[in-house]
Nanobody
Framework: QVQLVESGGGLVQAGGSLRLSCAAS????????MGWFRQTPGKEREFVGA???????GYADSVKGRFTISRDNAKNTVYLQMNSLKPEDAAVYYC???????????????WGQGTHVTVSS
């Protein structure tokens, strides 16, 4: 059983940056693809991006070029660096894990509790 804990959310001005972290425990972190998702009230959870266990990444078009996912297997942690933030990026951000060699957009098995990101205009 994998436990995931996100941190780093908060309030930032539009155009600013924020880095989210997701610490994993209870499994072999290096075997997992890690995904980031976000959700706003009344909307479905949205794929943001993911990183494979080998470090390959994929992103949603809405964040491509602004967000970067990285991982530190020694620290069992995945990061989401968010730059040039826009008000529409405000959401609860979740990390997720799936034991696979790919970086899928769906089908994750483990989820964190989420961290709030607010972007002021």
């Amino acid at each position: 059983q994998v436990q995931l804990v996100e941190s780093g959310g908060g309030l930032v001005q539009a155009g600013g940056s924020l880095r989210l972290s997701c610490a994993a425990s209870g499994g072999t972190f290096s075997r997992y693809a890690m995904g980031w998702f976000r959700q706003t009230p009344g909307k479905e959870r949205e794929f943001v991006g993911a990183i494979s266990r080998s470090g390959s990444t994929g992103y949603a078009d809405s964040v491509k070029g602004r967000f970067t996912i990285s991982r530190d297997n020694a620290k069992n942690t995945v990061y989401l660096q968010m730059n040039s933030l826009k008000p529409e990026d405000a959401a609860v951000y979740y990390c997720a894990a799936k034991e696979t060699m790919f970086f899928p957009k769906t089908g994750y098995d483990y989820w964190g509790q989420g961290t709030h990101v607010t972007v002021s205009s």
